[in-house]
């Protein structure tokens, strides 16, 4: 039963960190360094990093975690994922995603191409073991897809405020992990202020998060079942500067054992200035 409890509470963190799909272009770039700590019913159990580069025409987007605490004592773990892509007017287009997790001494390496929302290649190391009852992933579940990074980076469209009911109304994404392909829905909820150790404070939008499996999963298996009746989970969204990106700042998922959160404790963001055109230079 505590491996059931906390292998759901890892997948839902994860599963929330491929939280939410690109929207409208972007009006400009921008960086953030962040820092998030990782807690389940109030006691901290993992620690990790984000950081997100807009430029003019790429993108990149890097995490990485460690379990600590108690938690550590019977599961240690680690992670990392990097995502990286191109700018087109101002739209994010993933060009290829790799992450690494490292649990109770075993590692899952999965590395993946994309080019026009569809998988070209996929590496998995190991790969799924057979199960007479998964879901297959078929080619068709893998396009139209976006990898778990860059869709955690919610874009809005217009010219008012991007910290707004508008950034999280009903919106559903595909998302394909390497290994599962999953829709994940998003919905307004309120707007709340927030404040970080270091760096931003202000304000903040909150949407409701649903989870729905669609391909790679086995359907009899409580972790699944428990997340797709899930109706309390919850992202808190903020901006990064300079962009109509809003990025999480504190994601909420409801477990057997409490609450599982992840919080940013340090979110700086800036804007960056964009790459000088051979025009802009000519007259230096």
């Not at 006691?43 to 580069?53: C, L, N, S, T, Y």
């Not at 007479?132 to 396009?143: G, L, N, Q």
């Not at 927030?194 to 989870?211: E, I």
Request: proline share 9%; glycine share 10%.
């Amino acid at each position: 039963m505590p491996r059931l409890l906390n292998h759901c509470a890892a997948l839902a963190v994860l599963a929330l960190l491929a939280l939410l799909p690109p929207a409208a272009p972007a009006a400009a770039q921008g960086k953030v360094d962040a820092r998030y700590t990782a807690s389940l019913a109030g006691v901290p159990v993992g620690k990790g990093g984000w950081v997100i580069e807009i430029g003019d025409d790429q993108y990149k987007s890097a995490t990485s975690g460690v379990t600590t605490g108690l938690l550590r004592v019977f599961a240690s773990g680690e992670g990392s994922g990097i995502a990286r892509g191109y700018v087109s007017n101002g739209t994010l287009i993933p060009s290829a995603y790799a992450a690494s997790i490292t649990a109770d001494k075993k590692t899952e390496e999965m590395r993946m191409t994309i080019v026009g929302g569809v998988i070209k290649d996929l590496s998995v190391e190991p790969p799924l073991p057979p199960h007479p009852e998964r879901i297959v992933v078929t080619d068709a579940h893998r396009k139209g897809i976006t990898d778990p990074l860059t869709a955690s980076l919610m874009r809005v469209p217009g010219t008012g405020n991007p910290v707004s009911p508008e950034a999280c109304n009903n919106r559903t994404t595909a998302i394909f992990d390497g290994r599962m392909r999953y829709d994940l829905t998003v919905a307004y909820k309120r707007m709340e202020e927030v404040k970080s150790d270091k760096g931003y404070a202000g304000p903040a939008v909150v949407c409701a998060v649903y989870f729905n499996p669609v391909a790679g999963y086995i359907p009899g298996r409580a972790t699944i079942k428990y997340l797709t009746a899930q109706r309390d989970m919850e992202v808190v969204l903020v901006p990064i500067a300079g962009t109509r990106i809003l990025a999480p700042f504190r994601v909420a998922i409801p477990t057997p054992l409490g609450t599982a959160a992840l919080q940013a404790t340090q979110f700086i963001t800036a804007a960056q200035p964009p790459r000088p055109t051979p025009t802009s230079l000519k007259g230096q």
